[in-house]
C-alpha cells in the first residue's frame, strides 16, 4: 500500500518576478527563536552557518526587509517581519491541513485501488478532530487502507445513510442541548440499522490570546464591540453548539462581530486568533494549547461514529473496534488535552446516545 502526502507552500515574488520559499525559512526562523543564535540553529538544522543565512539573505531580499534583529542580552531574534513569517506560514498549514490530509487519501486510496484492487478501503467522513485524527494514523500504521474526508456533522451522517462512507463521525454537547443538536441527525440514522461507536469525550471552548488580552469571561463577551470573532461554518455540529449557547444567553448572532466568517477546523479556528485577525475562536482544547492559546471552558460533548450494526463484525470495521479498544490508541488519545477515552470504543444504541449513552 503506497502513501501520498499533501502539503501546503507559501512562495514570494518581489517586483523582479524572483521567487524564494517561506516554507523553506520557516524551520529556520523557529529554531533561531528558540535558540536565540543564527548559529545554534544553523547546526541544529545541520546547515552551515554560511547556508543559514544564504537561506535569510534570500527570503529578506524577496521582501524587502529583515527577518532577524539583535536584542542584547537575548542574542538573535525574531523581527516583526520575521514573526508575521512564521505566523503565515502556521497560518497556511493549519487552514489547509485537514483538506489536504483528505485529498492525500483520496488520491492514495484511487492509487491504491489500481494497485490492490482486491484491497477494501475504510471509508470515513468526519467532522474534523484530534482523536479523528489520530485514528487515521492508527489505521495507516497497521496497513489498513483508509479514505478520510473531512465534512461538517450532518453532512458526515447523511453520507452514511446513502451508503456514502463505514464510519460517520459527528459530535454531541452533554447537558441541556444534547436532544437539540441530536434533532439534526435524527431523521438519517435508523435504530434498527445503525448504532454509534463511541470516540471520546472532549471539551470545547473559547480560544484567547495567551493571558486574555481582552479580559474575556464568557460567551456573552461576544456581545462586545472590541471583540472580533471567528466562527464555524454552518452545519458543523460546533457552529450549532454556539448558536444554542448564545440564544440561551440572549445574545443576538447579528450583533457578534464576525459572527458569519467561517473556518472548517479546528486548527484553522486557533490559527486566526494566534495571527491576530481575530481576538477570540470557538472549539476543541489542543487546537488552543498547540496555538499557545489560552482556553475557557464552555462545554463537554461526546464524539461517535455512526455505522451500519451489521457490519461491526466483519472487515474493516472489526479492525477499527479492536483499535479504538486497545491501551496504545486510548493512551494517545488521552494525551490529548481535555479529552477522555475511557469509553473509547463502546457501542452505543441511537435511542440511549440521544439521552444518556450506555455502552451494549
Not at 521582501?63 to 508575521?84: C, H, N, T
Request: net charge negative; with cysteine; glycine share 10%.
Amino acid at each position: 500500500m503506497i502513501k501520498v502526502e499533501c502539503h501546503a507552500q507559501l512562495v514570494v515574488r518581489d517586483a523582479e518576478g524572483r521567487e524564494a520559499s517561506l516554507t523553506d525559512v520557516v524551520p529556520l526562523l523557529a529554531l533561531v527563536a528558540e535558540e536565540g543564535s543564527i548559529a545554534q540553529a544553523a547546526q541544529r538544522k545541520g546547515l552551515s552557518y554560511r547556508h543559514a543565512w544564504g537561506v535569510l539573505r534570500e527570503v529578506e531580499e524577496r521582501l524587502g526587509g529583515a527577518l532577524i534583529a539583535k536584542a542584547r542580552g537575548r542574542g538573535s531574534v525574531l523581527s516583526e517581519l520575521g514573526e508575521a513569517v512564521l505566523r503565515s506560514q502556521r497560518l497556511c498549514v493549519e487552514r489547509l491541513q485537514g483538506n489536504l490530509e483528505a485529498l492525500a487519501s483520496e488520491v492514495a486510496s484511487d492509487l491504491n485501488r489500481w494497485l490492490a484492487p482486491d484491497a477494501q478501503d475504510l471509508r470515513i467522513h468526519a467532522s474534523h478532530g484530534y482523536a479523528v485524527a489520530a485514528l487515521v494514523t492508527a489505521l495507516v500504521a497497521d496497513q489498513v487502507p483508509v479514505e478520510i474526508k473531512y465534512r461538517d456533522s450532518v453532512d458526515a451522517i447523511t453520507a452514511l445513510a446513502r451508503g456514502e462512507c463505514d464510519l460517520a463521525g459527528f459530535h454531541l454537547p452533554r447537558g441541556d442541548f444534547r436532544a437539540a443538536c441530536a434533532n439534526a441527525y435524527r431523521s438519517w440514522l435508523d435504530p434498527q440499522r445503525h448504532v454509534l461507536v463511541h470516540l471520546t469525550q472532549r471539551k470545547q471552548g473559547l480560544f484567547v490570546g495567551r493571558g486574555n488580552p481582552k479580559q474575556v469571561t464568557g460567551l456573552a463577551d461576544l456581545a462586545r464591540g472590541d471583540i472580533r470573532f471567528v466562527n464555524r461554518q454552518p452545519g458543523s455540529g460546533t457552529r450549532m453548539l454556539i448558536d444554542l449557547l448564545l440564544t440561551r444567553i440572549g445574545v443576538d448572532p447579528e450583533r457578534v462581530n464576525g459572527y458569519a466568517s467561517s473556518e472548517l477546523t479546528h486548527s484553522a479556528i486557533a490559527a486566526f486568533v494566534a495571527s491576530g485577525m481575530a481576538d477570540v475562536g470557538f472549539g476543541v482544547e489542543p487546537a488552543a494549547h498547540h496555538f499557545g492559546l489560552d482556553f475557557i471552558e464552555i462545554a463537554d460533548e461526546d464524539y461517535y461514529f455512526a455505522c451500519d450494526r451489521g457490519h461491526l463484525a466483519h472487515e474493516p470495521l472489526a479492525t477499527v473496534l479492536g483499535l479504538l479498544r486497545g491501551a496504545g490508541f486510548r493512551a494517545s488519545v488521552a494525551q490529548l488535552e481535555g479529552y477522555d477515552p475511557a469509553a473509547c470504543g463502546d457501542v452505543v444504541e441511537l435511542d440511549a446516545a440521544w439521552g444518556q449513552p450506555r455502552a451494549l
